[in-house]
């Protein structure tokens, strides 16, 4: 189960982490301070497509990709870029708050209308596209498909420093994800 590590202070960023690109990510973003000046893209972030989150990063720091509820599965070639060709060494998954992929099987009805409506299609294809995808995009919780998410990619990318995040779309802030580890007894 997924547990969050709020950063209210420099001293709240795991040391470890401190003085990588995601500690400054969380600096920039989360603390305020002052942007500095980036050559370069340091950093990836991946992160959910929701319209309500903006991060609070200067100018060249970071790629960014996004992707409904932060799910890489079918992205690993433009991931596999950044690393490649950006020589980034670090990156930041980003789960949210309220994400849309939760529980997505509820949203059927609308995702078929709004296809039909928005789209032009014909409401037998536009519920079989559902019915194909769907399955692969919904994720059960935000905050441990992000944790989840960040283990599978890290044995994609053994060399890079993956760090699961949580943007709460309330407060516009983000934690860090760790897991809660099982009592033994």
């Not at 990318?157 to 860090?176: H, K, N, T």
């Amino acid at each position: 189960m997924a547990q969050f590590v709020p950063i209210r202070t420099v001293d709240d960023i795991p040391e470890n982490i401190r003085d990588t690109p995601i500690g400054w990510l969380l600096r920039y973003h989360d603390l305020g301070e002052e942007h500095r000046v980036h050559e370069r893209p340091e950093v990836l972030v991946g992160m959910c497509m929701d319209h309500r989150k903006s991060l609070r990063i200067p100018p060249n720091f970071a790629y960014i990709l996004r992707s409904g509820g932060a799910n890489f599965r079918r992205h690993e070639f433009k991931v596999s870029f950044a690393i490649a060709v950006g020589g980034v060494r670090h990156f930041a998954l980003i789960g949210h708050s309220q994400c849309g992929m939760v529980d997505l099987e509820s949203r059927r009805e609308q995702f078929i209308k709004g296809l039909v409506a928005n789209a032009g299609w014909d409401a037998d294809a536009a519920a079989a596209h559902f019915d194909r995808f769907a399955p692969e995009f919904e994720i059960a919780d935000a905050a441990d498909f992000v944790l989840e998410e960040a283990i599978r990619l890290a044995g994609l990318y053994p060399a890079v420093r993956i760090v699961p995040m949580f943007y709460e779309v309330e407060s516009g802030l983000i934690s860090i994800v760790t897991a809660e580890l099982p009592v033994s007894r």
